[in-house]
């Protein structure tokens, strides 16, 4: 049976199990600071910043798709930052793609670059022949984004590991349901589940997993101690979220390898990126390393004039950063000054009914 199928149902019911006549069926959310602790030993919650039995239930169900250890984050920077700080130490190289998040590169650069970290800034296609000697951490994200460039993951683990040297995966653009890189040989993977996990644009969240309980315990205690910990309600809002993770992501990708498709045919379109497509410079290694081709779709238009109108006239795509939400959104990367063209559009292709979406879509992409 289809290992996929089998944990999303499992995911579903994480907790029937341990009810008891009269619980709620939906996960209670616990606001506690404190805990009844007339003394320590044997306690199952002691303060909130150690643990609360919210995020648990979220990490738990994290922990059946990654089939890892989990620890949550308030956000997925928080996750990253986490992961790279339990890990890193003065001196250390690390190396991080020049086309991934930049919130990452921002953060490396300006955070631990200051402490003596050398920070390596590379781009994702070459990580493919790149020479990791003298690395600490190898850091990838794929595919790319907003690029989506892709790199064969056990292929850079196995050369990154042959030198010494951590592969962390940010596995955001896909989910542990489309790719597993911790299967694949990664240390650790981080992701922002304020994405398609959490998928409704109304929380930010993050998690690490990882299968080396050493330096899962780094990461739990650097939550401790740094005190960047969830909040029950939105840990709450994750795990409703979550519950339908898997029945949203077949959705949005089926729609949107269908909408690459098309887009290809329409006339003033250009350059269009999506790792399934046939003829994509990706598509060999995205076949084989990812369940399916996502729901992200990158795409050229004449310039950034023409890319502003097709975003405010589609009725069905929001115009808003971030991606992986139950509506469809896009927005021009360059105004982030990211490095592709001016009419460049990453599309983020929600839950509509696909027909009606791509109707509208046609519309707004005709001259
Ligand atoms: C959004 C995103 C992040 C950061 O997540 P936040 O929850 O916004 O902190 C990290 N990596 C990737 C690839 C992302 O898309």
Redesign the pocket.
Known sequence: MDLNAIKAAELLHHRSKGLAKGDPVSLPIVPAATFHLPEVAGASHIYGRNGMSTWEAVEAQLAILEAAEVVSFP??????SAALMAVLKQGDRLIVPAD??Y??RVFSAGFLAPFGVDVVEMATRDYATADFSGAAVVYL?TPS?PGLDVVDIADVVARAHAVGALVIA?N??MTPLLQRPLDLGCDLV??????APAGHSDV???HVAGRDAALMARVRDWRRLSGAVPGPFEAWQVHRGLETLELRLERMCGSAAVIAERLQAVIGVSAVRYPWLAGDASEAVARRQMGSGGFLIGFQMADAARAERFLSECPYVVQST???GTHSSGERRARWGDAVAEGFIRLSVGIEPVEVLWAAMAEALRD
């Open positions: 956000s997925g920077m928080a996750a990253i991934g998040y919130v990452t994200e984004n940010d955001t653009t981080v992701a922002a589940d304020t994405k930010l969240f993050g971030s991606f992986g």
